[in-house]
């Protein structure tokens, strides 16, 4: 898996500030962007995060590439409604060469699991490029291709759906992949807006864990998180 940050609001804190200030200002947005001063916005930042009001946080995105993933873990991602995709075509991007896939690492470390798999991936390979070499359009043949299936994608969330995002899949419930990916991201976006997504992540870096029932009972340290 490889992710990186393409690009992202300027100064996203400084644009989330000036949006929240703009509520209570007499002077327009444009003036405030100029004249904000650190301090201003480090407590602007400080009372939106504190009193959840996150409405801001949507004045603020970023956009990511993500690639070497499995279609297993896109079908996931697109259940994020609140983001914009764009993902490599099955119907128009032939695979020429073998179906590359991800093999999940329970399956890797075992080597008759990663046998069974790789006989299976190597026959979906053969039937789709026999059914391409036959005239069969790829938008059909690709029928035949696993959950594995590699997969590229483009992504951007603003820092509210982000913030949903890394609670939901930064969990230890989450499925290991989309996981791995949204702490990626995470790591990728702290850097750049450290007072926003301080306490970004799973539910239990906050708190009680959301899970209730369902909780992992193997909460992560607030350090872990930072």
């Not at 962007?33 to 650190?38: A, G, V």
């Not at 079908?75 to 179906?99: C, E, I, M, T």
């Not at 938008?139 to 696993?146: F, H, N, Q, S, V």
């Not at 992504?155 to 499925?175: I, P, S, Y």
């Amino acid at each position: 898996m490889h992710v990186e940050l393409l690009y992202h609001t300027p100064d996203p804190e400084r644009a989330i500030a000036t949006a929240a200030r703009l509520c209570y200002a007499p002077v327009g947005a444009a003036e405030l962007m100029e004249t904000l001063s650190e301090d201003r916005i480090r407590s602007v930042l400080g009372t939106i995060m504190g009193s959840g009001h996150f409405s801001t946080l949507e004045h603020a995105s970023f956009t990511f590439a993500v690639d070497g993933v499995s279609r297993a873990l896109t079908h996931q991602l697109v259940r994020h409604r609140l983001a914009s995709y764009n993902q490599q075509s099955q119907r128009y991007v032939k695979f020429k060469d073998g179906v590359p896939a991800v093999k999940p690492p329970t399956i890797a470390e075992n080597e008759e699991a990663a046998r069974l798999f790789d006989d299976a991936i190597a026959v979906a390979a053969e039937a789709y490029a026999k059914l391409v070499a036959a005239g069969v359009p790829a938008e059909d043949a690709r029928y035949l291709l696993p959950n594995a299936t590699e997969s590229k994608i483009v992504v951007t969330m603003n820092a509210r759906e982000l913030h949903h995002f890394f609670g939901e899949r930064c969990c230890n419930r989450a499925q290991w992949e989309i996981r791995d990916l949204a702490w990626r991201m995470l790591e990728l976006v702290r850097p750049i807006a450290p007072f926003i997504f301080l306490d970004a992540g799973p539910g239990c870096v906050r708190g009680r864990c959301p899970e209730g029932k369902m909780a992992c009972g193997n909460p992560y340290p607030r350090a872990e998180c930072r």
